[in-house]
């Protein structure tokens, strides 16, 4: 350990929904330059076995140890203790935000993922070249690649004011994986599924799911373009033309 700081680790605890939420703290020693996930993976190693948190690659690929950190969304795998506090200072960890929590660090995503489905989005372990959904030239391939490093992590759904007081709202990612599928190609079933009251219009552009993106997707832009898009269109038919989300 090139440098020691001592630290105090906060962990947001919760075993069952019947039991409400409390802070567990540990005074550990760590190098400043560790991740985040080392401290928390310290914590069940050496301190409590019925820790439950998600962690898989350590490399900002799979998505699975996205949690707040001090308040902030954050990929605690690629997150250093360094950037995110100080020597003799305290780290505060706790599960996503707008999800159900499991248990402890660990939050209910399925209706997320149900809706990425729905949204025709390219699941993270398909991503390649042999089976993108459609050709793709220069161009369109800069913005393709752009979303497909969308790595699913819940960090923008967590850090979004309006997902907070609407449980029904589809959500950033969504939204983002459907604006990329319509510029590439109209699709009615989309379209419509983008085109409702808890979709792209329940948006209040607080980018907020755009500062926490670990990946640069950037959901904010790509709804206010998906809105673009839309209204485009409605005009559109109204002078009769037909449907098109292409660039």
Not at 114 to 136: D, G, S, T
Request: one cysteine or more.
């Amino acid at each position: 350990m090139s440098e020691a700081w001592k630290i105090t680790l906060i962990l947001l605890r919760q075993k069952g929904t019947e039991h409400p939420p409390y802070p567990q703290s540990f005074e550990m020693q760590v190098d400043p330059d560790e991740m985040v996930l080392d401290a928390v993976e310290r914590v069940w190693a050496f301190h409590d076995r019925s820790l439950m948190f998600r962690h898989a690659c350590h490399h900002s690929t799979c998505g699975a140890c996205g949690m707040r950190v001090n308040g902030v969304e954050k990929l605690t795998c690629i997150t250093t203790i360094r950037s995110v506090t100080h020597d003799g200072g305290s780290l505060k960890v706790e599960p996503l935000r707008n999800f159900p929590v499991v248990s402890d660090l660990v939050v209910d995503m399925s209706r997320f993922y149900i809706h990425m489905e729905q949204a025709k989005a390219v699941p993270v372990e398909a991503v390649n070249e042999a089976n993108l959904p459609y050709e793709a030239d220069s161009t369109q391939e800069a913005g393709m690649q752009r979303l497909v490093d969308c790595i699913e992590c819940g960090c923008c759904i967590s850090a979004c004011p309006v997902a907070l007081t609407t449980p029904t709202y589809l959500g950033p990612a969504v939204l983002a994986a459907l604006q990329d599928n319509l510029s590439q190609r109209f699709s009615p079933e989309l379209a419509a599924f983008a085109d409702q009251a808890d979709g792209v219009w329940r948006c209040h552009s607080a980018y907020e799911c755009s500062a926490v993106c670990p990946s640069n997707v950037d959901p904010a832009w790509r709804i206010m373009d998906l809105r673009k898009r839309l209204i485009s269109n409605r005009v559109g038919q109204f002078f009769g033309k037909k449907p098109n989300y292409e660039k």
